[in-house]
């Protein structure tokens, strides 16, 4: 399969599975009000995070180091599934630890949504172990129906009760369904005693990875939960509503994401030459989306954006401009932290986006206590233009320091110079 079909099937199978995402947001904000809702965004928050960890850990070192051979691939598949199990089960103890710090007495959620973590981390570690070792068309036909399934438990759940444990019980049973059937695509069960073994191969790469990530992580959760304390419930549910806005032109970064750092580590060995231009490509292609995304968002009329969020919809409004700003540079952003991290520039990469993490909290912290919610998004861009620029520089220095290769003396030059 060429980079360009790899590149289509893995856009494909991100526009499912962040599409099905989409949906589900929009169906709860027109259905609950923006307090449950941001309840809900505090949950599915958490979740959030734990995947990103699950992916630093799990998923990405297979994407930088793609394993060779049926042997190797399947071994990949059981350790990678049975490490995201493991750490699935782990996470959801610590969601029950810290659930009265986050939703107070709807602690019932917290279990229901423990119990479903194992599931969904094994559904999302295969489907980017399919990504990495270029099986993009099982993925997509995982997601279709674990998509499918999330949203119309979650519609009926939604019409059952408006309560939040209801809620987060149909879309985590989707996850359950779409989990099962990539273990049956995969061939093999998850390996529950993988996760030592998996750090003995990959560790050099999970431990900077996963440290980088949990920053990042738990800084746009921190975020939630700042925003939260400093401007109300209210301001969450509006910053929630404006992610979901922003949706479709969130699921292009996702997948231009993993396709830049596959495609460039393939590009590293095979020509590194052209690692820079097809990185600037990218860059400047998931830019323009979200310029694009911004300006739809701009011109909806108030009659669609109250069909699609409901009563949140009001409170967008003042998010848009600071949201395309940072879409835009998140989007640019792609093409140097890709060719870093394709480079395997652990460390340097990892000093970056750790900075950028706590800048983010301190920034979006002051931003929330001078202009509500959109005092943190207009921080947020300002720290996400910083660290765009700083990767920029380290790009420079890294190919600075790279000697140029020298051409191939051909018989007739080395003739001729004698």
């Known amino acids: 399969?060429?980079?360009?079909?790899?590149?289509?099937?893995?856009?494909?199978?991100?526009?499912?599975?962040?599409?099905?995402?989409?949906?589900?947001?929009?169906?709860?904000?027109?259905?609950?009000?923006?307090?449950?809702?941001?309840?809900?965004?505090?949950?599915y928050g958490f979740y959030v995070v734990v995947v990103e960890l699950s992916r630093a850990a799990v998923s990405e070192p297979l994407l930088v180091r793609r394993p060779e051979g049926d042997a190797a691939v399947r071994r990949a598949l059981a350790d990678s599934s049975g490490s995201a199990a493991v750490f699935g089960a782990v996470a959801g103890v610590v969601l029950l630890a810290v659930s009265p710090l986050l939703i107070g007495s709807h602690w019932r959620s917290?279990?229901?949504?423990?119990?479903?973590?194992?599931?969904?981390?094994v559904w999302d570690a295969i489907r980017l172990a399919f990504i990495a070792i270029g099986r993009q068309r099982r993925t997509v036909l995982v997601d279709i129906v674990g998509g499918v399934v999330q949203v119309s438990a979650a519609f009926a759940a939604l019409h059952m009760s408006t309560g939040l444990s209801w809620l987060v019980a149909g879309?985590?049973?989707?996850?359950?369904?779409?989990?099962?059937?990539?273990?049956?695509?995969?061939?093999?069960?998850?390996?529950?005693?993988?996760?030592?073994?998996?750090?003995?191969?990959?560790?050099?790469?999970?431990?900077?990875?996963?440290?980088?990530?949990?920053a990042l992580s738990l800084a746009g959760y921190a975020v939630l939960i700042v925003l939260g304390h400093i401007a109300g419930p209210a301001?969450?549910?509006?910053?929630?509503?404006?992610?979901?806005?922003?949706?479709?032109?969130?699921?292009?970064?996702?997948?231009?994401?993993?396709v830049v750092v596959s495609e460039l580590s393939r590009l590293r060995s095979a020509a590194p030459g052209r690692?820079?231009?097809?990185?600037?490509?990218?860059?400047?292609?998931?830019?323009?989306?979200?310029?694009?995304?911004?300006?739809?968002?701009?011109?909806?009329?108030?009659?669609?954006g109250q069909a699609l969020l409901g009563e949140s919809w009001?409170?967008?409004?003042?998010?848009?401009?600071?949201?395309?700003?940072?879409?835009?540079?998140?989007?640019?952003?792609?093409?140097?932290?890709?060719?870093?991290?394709a480079m395997e520039r652990v460390r340097m990469l990892f000093v970056?986006?750790?900075?950028?993490?706590?800048?983010?909290?301190?920034?979006?912290?002051?931003?929330?206590?001078?202009?509500?919610?959109?005092?943190?998004?207009?921080?947020?861009?300002?720290?996400?233009?910083?660290?765009?620029?700083?990767?920029?520089?380290?790009l420079t220095v890294v190919f600075a320091a790279v000697p140029p290769r020298t051409p191939p003396v051909t018989p007739r030059q080395s003739r001729e110079h004698l």
């Open 1 to 43: 399969m060429t980079a360009a079909r790899r590149g289509m099937w893995t856009l494909a199978d991100h526009v499912i599975c962040s599409g099905s995402n989409f949906a589900l947001m929009i169906l709860v904000a027109g259905n609950v009000s923006v307090v449950t809702l941001g309840e809900f965004a505090l949950l």
């Open 110 to 121: 917290a279990v229901v949504l423990a119990l479903l973590l194992p599931a969904l981390l």
């Open 171 to 214: 879309w985590g049973f989707g996850g359950l369904v779409a989990a099962v059937l990539a273990v049956g695509q995969a061939g093999t069960l998850p390996r529950l005693t993988a996760p030592r073994r998996w750090l003995r191969e990959y560790g050099k790469l999970v431990r900077p990875y996963f440290v980088e990530t949990g």
């Open 235 to 258: 301001a969450v549910g509006a910053w929630r509503a404006a992610l979901t806005l922003f949706g479709p032109a969130n699921v292009v970064m996702a997948a231009g994401r993993v």
């Open 275 to 304: 690692m820079l231009r097809s990185a600037a490509t990218a860059g400047l292609l998931c830019g323009a989306v979200g310029a694009l995304a911004g300006t739809v968002a701009t011109l909806l009329p108030d009659s669609v």
């Open 314 to 341: 009001a409170d967008v409004g003042p998010l848009v401009l600071a949201f395309t700003a940072l879409l835009v540079i998140e989007g640019l952003g792609l093409g140097p932290y890709g060719v870093l991290r």
């Open 352 to 394: 970056l986006r750790v900075a950028v993490a706590g800048g983010r909290v301190l920034a979006v912290s002051v931003g929330a206590a001078l202009a509500g919610a959109t005092g943190a998004a207009t921080a947020s861009s300002l720290v996400e233009a910083t660290g765009f620029l700083s990767a920029l520089i380290l």
